[in-house]
């Protein structure tokens, strides 16, 4: 009796409002526990790092405050406007495939206002997420069969490995709804200029890691936009 019970809810409309639901729910507990969790924190610690790692999931990285919406050092609800921390105490802020799950005008403007903020002048950011210009570079080239090749070992539970390899294309643009937009280099340019940032360059996963050698690496320059820049400094 339960198996069909569960498949309704997996594959219906009725399901994804549920998921919606449950989503709303751990975004709210996030937000109650951001006060207590930063005044543990820096109780613990003395003081919060230097260096900002936002949508951390599993992938903690020693040295920096790595948060997200839940399991982290701070959960913090990333899409709510508005962060916990002081003005200008962060040298750097990275951000791995994290701002694509944002809604542009609403959830990731007001998010760079607010690391704007918290950034020192001179102070540098770092951003990834899916690329539409090699997303679509791709596809042209071979309908997307690069972007699921056995030698990226990318997405091995996606959606895309049982269908035709220009699936993939849609499982980097939706992603089950979690996705909310994607962007290229004028795009996210466009928005880090109105959140008041300056020195906007594209860069790359092999450039981050020099910079940032404790990070995990992701394998994802041939499918991701790697960008910097920096808080201005007067």
């Not at 109650?32 to 599993?58: D, E, F, I, W």
């Not at 990318?154 to 699936?167: I, Q």
């Amino acid at each position: 009796m339960l198996g069909p019970v569960r498949n309704f809810l997996k594959n219906s409309s009725f399901g994804d409002t549920l998921g919606a639901a449950r989503w709303d729910m751990i975004r709210l507990k996030a937000r109650r526990q951001t006060p207590k969790m930063l005044k543990r924190y820096v109780s613990q610690n003395g003081a919060l790092p230097t260096n900002l790692h936002l949508g951390c999931g599993t992938r903690k990285v020693d040295g920096w405050l790595n948060c997200d919406i839940s399991g982290s050092d701070i959960n913090i609800d990333l899409a709510c406007g508005d962060l916990p921390f002081p003005n200008s105490v962060f040298e750097a802020v990275c951000s791995q495939h994290v701002i694509e799950h944002l809604r542009i005008r609403t959830e990731l403007e007001p998010l760079l206002l607010e690391l704007s903020r918290c950034i020192k002048p001179g102070g540098e950011i770092w951003l990834s997420c899916p690329d539409i210009y090699k997303v679509c570079k791709n596809y042209m080239h071979d309908k997307g069969a690069s972007m699921v090749s056995d030698r990226y070992g990318r997405w091995p539970n996606s959606e895309a490995l049982d269908y035709p390899d220009s699936m993939v294309v849609n499982w980097i643009f939706f992603q089950d709804g979690q996705h909310k937009n994607l962007l290229d280099a004028d795009l996210l340019s466009f928005i880090l200029i109105k959140a008041g940032f300056t020195n906007i360059r594209l860069t790359s996963e092999k450039e981050f890691l020099d910079r940032f050698p404790a990070f995990p690496s992701r394998n994802d320059d041939f499918i991701s936009l790697y960008m910097m820049a920096e808080k201005a400094s007067g």
